[in-house]
């Protein structure tokens, strides 16, 4: 069993920038591909940024490339996510996900998919006044 807990939301003007964090627990989060979702109020969870296992290959939604950047340290268990030039449109629940299963390759068009994952954290409130 995995567990996943996201920590720095919380309240930003537009424009500012936001540290997202999600500690994994587990003894081989190294060979985890990682995640961040988000879900705005009323709208379906959508895919935000994955990060390979070795964190050597990375994807992102169209959306938030160029202001994100997914990150991690497998040493300590976490994975990032650094949030610039937010927007009101920034404004959701940020959930951070995991997959544990190691398939032979990292695939950043698979990864965008929720489906991919089997673990998930509770999310973290972003909100982006304007």
């Known amino acids: 069993q995995v567990q996943l807990v996201e920590s720095g939301g919380g309240l930003v003007q537009a424009g500012g920038s936001l540290r997202l964090s999600c500690a994994a627990s587990g003894r081989t989060f190294s060979s985890y591909a990682m995640g961040w979702f988000r879900q705005a109020p009323g709208k379906e969870r959508e895919f935000v940024a994955t990060i390979s296992w070795s964190g050597g290959s990375t994807a992102y939604a169209a959306s938030v490339k160029g202001r994100f950047t997914i990150s991690r340290d497998n040493a300590k268990n976490t994975v990032y996510l650094q949030m610039n030039v937010l927007k009101p449109e920034d404004t959701a629940v940020y959930y951070c996900?995991?997959?544990?299963?190691?398939?032979?390759?990292?695939?950043?068009?698979?990864?965008?998919?929720?489906?991919?994952?089997?673990?998930w954290g509770q999310g973290t409130q972003v909100t982006v006044s304007s």
């Open positions: 996900a995991a997959d544990t299963r190691r398939p032979l390759y990292f695939s950043g068009t698979s990864y965008s998919s929720e489906t991919q994952y089997n673990y």
